[in-house]
Each structure stands twice: as structure tokens, then as C-alpha cells.
């Protein structure tokens, strides 16, 4: 066989193996839209963040997603070496622009969290037990200046629909309820942008009442800029 053959058989060979690889990557994403992928998905999330605790047990009970338009994550709760509840979340749900990819920006229309719970308490330390639970300091400062995301993200609508929070310690404690907060926002390089916040509120400790407020927030690596 002359060089020339032998060169084209293995062109074939190597076209051949790439097609190979391109149906089973358009087929893994394809089975990862079913049900069993979505489980697949839900129990690699739920065993890498638990990986990433020191303490305590990551739960996800539901998710749901196409990967490219929609997820939908239900059940989530964070649970401390006695099994308390610290967070939970009862829903999230994120509705995506997948064509924005295309121009280095995630790209999200809505994010919705609904049902958020967090009770947090502090130990004598002064550190709050999701500290504990991952392994992190009352002091711990960042080990490197703020230098953005590896890529641009836009959210036309964060949704913050009934959230609860609890603090308590020794020398402090706060309790606020029916948490509603609507707000855009945007990381672009190093700025972070908070825009157009509307939040409301009731204050239970210290006893504040109802409270309502709007505006924004900018941050650019090292300064706040309140609106």
C-alpha cells in the first residue's frame, strides 16, 4: 500500500473516531436532560458540596433541568453534625439565555428562591456554624483580591420570595420574616452591580417592625457605593 493510501485510511480512521466522540458527547447531553440524567446531576452536586464540608450533611431533594434554558432545584438543606436544619431553601428555580455563551456572558432572565430559612448560631469563638460546617474561620480574610469572574453574568430579575432568618449568640441575636426582595444585577470584570433593589420586611429582633427599602449597590474590588 502506498503512502498515500496508507494516509487516507488513517484520515478515515481519525474522521471516524471523532463522529465516534461527537455522538457520545451529543448523546451524554441528551440523556443528561432525562430523569436519570437530572438524578445523575442532583447526587454529583449533593456529593461535591458535601466533599467540601467539614462537618454536617448537604441535602438536594429535587432538581430538574435542559441544562441550557431552565433549572429547577427543590429541597435544599444544609444540616449540621445534629441533623438541625442551619439553611434551607424549598425552591430555586433559574430561567437562562443560552445564546449569550456566545459572547463570553452567562446570561440569566430570572432567578427565583422561594421558602428560604436560615438559622444561624454563634459559638463562643464567635464563629457562625456554617463556618464550622466548612471549614472556615471567624476571621478568615480572602487569600487574594477580588478579580471578578472568569465571565461576564447578567440577571435581569433576582426574586427573593418569603425568606426567614434567624442569628442567635451569646452577645446578639436577630430575627427577621417575610424577606421579599426583587433586584437586578451584573458582574462585569471586577464591578458588581446591584441595581434597582426593592426589599421588604418585619423585623421581629430588634423589634424594627415592617420595613421597606430600595436603591443599589456597586462594587468594584475595593469599595461599596450605596445608592
Do not use: C
Amino acid at each position: 500500500m502506498s503512502w498515500g493510501k496508507r494516509l487516507r485510511v488513517v484520515g478515515f480512521g481519525l474522521l471516524g473516531l471523532a463522529g465516534l466522540a461527537l455522538l457520545g458527547a451529543a448523546g451524554t447531553v441528551l440523556w443528561l436532560r432525562t430523569a436519570p440524567g437530572n438524578e445523575f446531576i442532583r447526587s454529583r452536586i449533593d456529593g461535591a458540596v458535601d466533599v467540601a464540608m467539614t462537618g454536617g450533611d448537604f441535602q438536594i431533594g429535587s432538581l430538574s433541568t435542559d441544562l441550557f434554558t431552565y433549572w429547577k432545584i427543590g429541597g435544599l438543606e444544609v444540616l449540621d453534625e445534629h441533623g438541625r436544619t442551619v439553611a434551607a431553601v424549598d425552591q430555586v428555580t433559574a430561567q437562562l439565555r443560552p445564546l449569550a455563551l456566545v459572547r463570553g456572558t452567562l446570561h440569566l432572565e430570572e432567578v427565583a428562591l422561594v421558602g428560604v430559612a436560615i438559622d444561624l448560631q454563634r459559638d463562643e469563638e464567635g464563629r457562625l456554624d456554617v463556618q464550622r460546617l466548612f471549614g472556615l474561620g471567624a476571621s478568615d480574610e480572602p487569600a487574594a483580591p477580588w478579580e471578578g469572574l472568569p465571565i461576564d453574568v447578567e440577571l435581569d430579575q433576582v426574586v427573593l420570595d418569603g425568606a426567614a432568618f434567624e442569628l442567635t449568640g451569646d452577645d446578639v441575636q436577630a430575627s427577621v420574616s417575610g424577606l421579599d426582595v426583587t433586584a437586578q444585577a451584573s458582574v462585569v470584570g471586577k464591578v458588581v452591580r446591584v441595581e434597582n433593589i426593592v426589599l421588604s420586611s418585619d423585623v421581629a429582633v430588634p423589634n424594627l417592625g415592617p420595613i421597606r427599602a430600595s436603591g443599589g449597590v456597586v462594587y468594584d474590588g475595593e469599595r461599596i457605593e450605596l445608592d
